[in-house]
Structures are given as C-alpha cells and as structure tokens.
C-alpha cells in the first residue's frame, strides 16, 4: 500500500534560516505529492503540488520537486519567518485521485 | 477560495451523549472526507463519500457513522461519545477528477 515518511520534528529554527523538511514515499503507479500545512487553530491549506517526476511545485517562497529515482518530494525554503510557525504535512494521491495518504506531520517553530 | 464550514468549532460533552458533527460546502464538490487527527497531529481517514447515497469507511475504524443526502452536506454522527473519542475532527472536500481536497477548520470534541 502506499505510505509517506516525514522528519520528526519540532524543527526549530531561527527567522532567516534556510528550512529543510524531508519526505520520502512508497507508492504503486505514479502519485501526485502535496504538502499542505496547518496553521494553529486551522484546518489544513494546499502549500504546493507536483503531479509528475521533476515537476517543482512552487508557493510563498517554498519550494519542492518531485524525484522519482529517490522517491522523495523534499520541502525547502531559503529564508523562513516566524509567521511560517505551523504543522506541514506531506502526501500523495491514489491514481484514482479519491484518496490522500498523509505523513504524520512535521511541526516547524520559527523564533525571532 | 475554498468554502467548506463546520460546526460546532469546539464542543465539549459528556460521556453517553449523541452528537451530530456537522460539514457543508458551496462549491458543489462531489467527494467529501472526514479525518480525525490524534494529538499528535497524525491524519486518519474515517470516512468518505463519491457523491449523494455514497458513504465508505476510511482506513481508521471509527464507531462514528456519516450520510450523504445532500451534495454539500456531510453530517458526522457518534450515537453515544466516550472519552476515547476526544479528538479533532477535518471535513474536506474535493471534484472528481482533481486531487486537491480542501479542508474546513476542524471541529475539536471533548468527551468528559
């Protein structure tokens, strides 16, 4: 069946640092990989997607591709802020597009 | 813009007690979701439904059972709440044939 592994977090960073959070999956076919994020007190928000291997999806600075050969739809951003504090989750999508399996999350803390 | 709503936002109830979760969407979505996210943020889905008549469960078994009358209506129901079923609770929604789901901002249960 298919899965999603992300980092354990918190990861902690300081405003400006450059953010790094690694997912890796296991999927039959050829998923589409999401990260959404959460905010506190939200429901979860579309970050970014890519639908096909080397496609990089792109969106408020952060960025990811998608690497067939390694299986790993990696999040970065060159400089975080404090205001990207929140819970980001990695995922992928059956080939029937009905369901999304969900990594377990990765909470990001950004201090000034 | 997304437009998918829940009610209540936090309910807190006691043991034994009926409680109707529920979710609407005005963007005439065909597919709808419900999640429950332990406090570890972790995702399972419970339930899910294709269209109006359609419900399946999710790969989490859950004691809550759901309906789908209305395209945009998907109430969530516990016929009697115990405390092992404190937890939040995401609706989303999505179209067939696209993979983005768009999620509501949660209802947070508290089971005394």
């Known amino acids: 069946g298919n899965s999603v592994t992300q980092m354990e977090g918190p990861v902690t960073l300081s405003e400006e640092a450059f953010l790094t959070i690694n997912c890796t999956y296991t999927?039959?076919?050829?998923?589409?990989l999401f990260w959404y994020v959460q905010y506190p007190g939200e429901g979860l928000q579309l970050l970014l997607k890519a639908t096909k291997a080397d496609d990089k999806g792109s969106n408020k600075g952060f960025e990811a591709t998608y690497r067939k050969e390694t299986t790993s739809f990696h999040l970065e951003k060159g400089s975080v802020q404090v205001s990207d504090s929140a819970v980001y989750f990695c995922a992928l999508s059956d080939q029937g597009y009905s369901t999304l399996t969900f990594g377990k999350g990765t909470m990001l803390l950004v201090s000034p | 813009e997304a437009d998918i709503y829940q009610t209540p936002r936090y309910l807190v109830i006691g043991t034994g007690k009926k409680i109707t979760l529920e979710c609407s969407q005005t963007m005439g979505h065909d597919k709808m979701y419900w999640y429950q996210q332990d406090p570890g943020m972790e995702l399972h889905l419970i339930h899910y439904s294709y269209g109006v008549n359609s419900t399946e469960k999710g790969d989490l078994s859950s004691e809550s059972t759901v309906s789908r009358i209305r395209t945009e209506h998907f109430p969530l129901t516990l016929e009697s709440a115990r405390p092992s079923h404190t937890s939040q609770y995401l609706c989303?929604?999505?179209?067939?044939?696209?993979?983005?789901?768009?999620f509501g901002p949660g209802t947070r249960l508290l089971v005394l």
């Open positions: 999927a039959t076919g050829y998923p589409s």
């Open positions: 989303a929604s999505t179209s067939s044939g696209t993979e983005t789901q768009y």
